[in-house]
């Protein structure tokens, strides 16, 4: 993991660049990857694919002497500046300068333009003292780009099991110069299927890494995924952020509606590891509103906040090796823990009239005014029953178990009565 850091994170890996290109062809030697590729004329929901870009020549000269050197950090030319060469006054360099409010000396990564490439400036992200300590005067400005048609490149790893229901692990694999915003995740994704690939037990549920650039990747992924194929992702976890020395963070999908986040939640109880867990958007929004978009819940692993994002402390030297073995053993666990459920699912619609003699699956909720109040255990197995005819998606007993707060033995009993009726199937 700390080998693929340190090699990828110096990288200017803006969406479609060279070096992105490089680091696509960097992780193709890791993992036997497929890569996915969407042309600039691949015109998907109004997203724009942008050029091509790469920095040739950036900086600002006074009086004779370079006072910045845009090409000292990859954050240091604002993502996509458009090309510029010319003489300005302070006040309108100032105007094209972006700086971190927070700290006087860190750079900070402006990215929206790599959003909106039909509408694009020139510009420098620089500390903010240099900001203020621009002396009155004329500055002469060189940003020098290359340009062409942008290809925009995602790259998938798919690990079959017995069931074609697919567990996705997402990544983001852009983000110029820095490691745990996106790049630590990645390296958590790869060591995480590294083990699953040499596990000595086949897999149940079939598992896929998906690295792509953020939003704009994930968007076209899954738009031009063949329906057959993403109808079989049935749900995932975003890694972000994970080298950082901050403690753990699980962030639910929007319903709460997935096996793979109760089983890491459960993962991160057992263990010592300092984390906390929040509901959808609570904290971070990311890829993650992309694949619920897609009917796919989708939770997060991440170590935000932490003080050094969207800016270029987010470096090497933040990686934790610790935190990202952390990150890696609580996942294997949550892993191991779903491919030990058994997994069932529907085979009707609607309602059925389980008090019929046919079925006998009716757990009667009582009538108080009768003199019968349910106790507790009835309450939830009626819950259970109810909970049933709702299922959209395969899912395990250990989500149904926990769903509803009763033991595993007794929800696998109730169960076993369905599948007895041919109304459900239990893998």
Known sequence: MLRLLADLTPLNRVICSSDYDATIAYMRDVL?????????????????????WDVVAARIDFQGETIYDGLHHPLAVMALSAPFSGTVTREELRRHLHFDHRYPDA??????????????????????????????GDYQVVIETREEPGTLKVLDYTLQGRLPETIVFGA???HPGVANDGLSGVAVGVALFDALRKRSKPL???????LAPGIIGSEYYLGRLPDEERDRVLEGVMLEMLGS?????????????????????????????????GEFESALLNDEYIWEAYGIPMASLSRYPYPEYHTDRD???????????????????????????AVIRKRF??????????YDLYVDPGQVAFGDAPDEQRRRLRLLMDTIPTLSRPTSMNLLARRVGLPLTLVEDYLAKWHEHDLIEIV
């Open 172 to 174: 983001n694999l852009d």
């Open 107 to 136: 750079i900070p990564f402006h990215f929206r333009q790599l959003f909106r490439s039909w509408e694009r400036d020139w510009g420098f992200c620089v500390p903010r003292h240099f900001h203020d300590g621009l002396e009155a």
């Open 315 to 341: 470096n090497f030297a933040l990686m934790d090796e610790g935190c990202l073995a952390e990150a890696v053993t609580a996942l294997l666990d949550a892993v191991e823990t779903l491919e030990a459920s």
């Open 245 to 277: 020395p901050t403690e753990l963070a699980l962030q639910y999908s929007r319903h709460r509606q997935s096996s793979i986040e109760i089983a890491l939640a459960d993962a991160l109880e057992r263990s010592d590891y300092r984390h906390h867990t």
């Open 349 to 358: 619609s609607g309602n059925i009239c389980l008090s019929h003699p046919r």
């Open 32 to 52: 036997p990857f497929r890569e996915h590729r969407y042309p600039a004329s691949d015109d998907y929901n109004g997203w724009a694919i942008p050029p091509k």
């Open 204 to 210: 149940n549920f079939s598992y896929r890494l998906v």
